[in-house]
């Protein structure tokens, strides 16, 4: 079965500092694998995803994710956090393109001024 | 080009009443998912149904909910008697399945039951 852990469920940044949200995942078949943001009273926006080829993928608003598969991690970045990032993430597994997500249980980021 | 809707965005019932709650996916898509994200917790998949089928409602609780997405109209998620522990925020989201193309959100119900 699939399953997606994200250590940390609140993380704190100071403005224009490395953003690292962790996700590690489990899954018995080539995994594809995803990032989304949640604002205040919002739905998921999709951030970045990835599903074959470069292990590097870049995402909107200056995210990026890589997918490690000896550490079955997919570890999100942001070289330098703007206040308009605090939000809640997600990352989400699926064994295939356009299927079921199985998502984590989301880390909070705070963007301090 | 519309994305995937939902209403109502808060309903609010009293313990026993039934909920409705109601998606419409993005033009084109005809597979629709639903998740239940409760307070301080992550999205939790419930059914995934394809137009007049369900293909997988294996995150359905057994008692009290129903999904459906016919021919015509939206994708109709279905609570009958709530209680509170049924208060949460309810995502449906919509695919095509064609390639790589991910899932697409609505904004969610909330519902609170009193």
């Known amino acids: 079965a699939q399953s997606v852990t994200q250590l940390g469920s609140h993380v704190s940044v100071s403005e224009g500092a490395l953003v690292l949200l962790r996700c590690n995942y489990s899954?018995?078949?080539?995994?594809?694998l995803f990032w989304y943001v949640q604002y205040p009273n919002q739905g998921l926006q999709l951030l970045l995803k990835?599903?074959?080829?470069?292990?590097l993928v870049k995402g909107i608003n200056g995210f990026e994710a890589e997918f490690k598969k000896s550490e079955t991690s997919f570890h999100l970045t942001k070289p330098s956090a703007h206040m308009s990032d605090a939000a809640e993430y997600f990352c989400?597994?699926?064994?295939?393109?356009?299927?079921?997500?199985?998502f984590g249980q989301g880390t909070e980021l705070s963007v301090k001024p | 080009n519309a994305g995937v809707m939902q209403n109502p965005r808060h309903l609010v019932r009293r313990r026993g009443q039934e909920a409705r709650l109601r998606c419409s996916p993005m033009?084109?898509?005809?597979?629709v998912y639903w998740y239940r994200q409760l307070p301080e917790e992550g999205l939790k998949f419930m059914v995934y149904l394809q137009k007049e089928n369900i293909i997988d409602e294996s995150g359905m609780p057994k008692e009290r909910f129903s999904a459906e997405f016919p021919k015509e109209g939206p994708s109709i998620l279905r609570i009958q008697q709530v209680v509170r522990g049924d208060s949460a925020a309810y995502f449906c989201?919509?695919?095509?399945?064609?390639?790589?193309?991910?899932?697409?959100f609505g904004n969610g119900t909330r519902l609170t039951v009193t």
């Open positions: 033009k084109g898509h005809s597979h």
């Open positions: 989400a597994v699926s064994e295939e393109t356009g299927g079921k997500l199985i």
């Open positions: 989201a919509s695919s095509d399945r064609q390639g790589y193309s991910p899932l697409h």
């Open positions: 899954s018995s078949v080539p995994p594809y």
């Open positions: 990835y599903t074959t080829g470069a292990t």
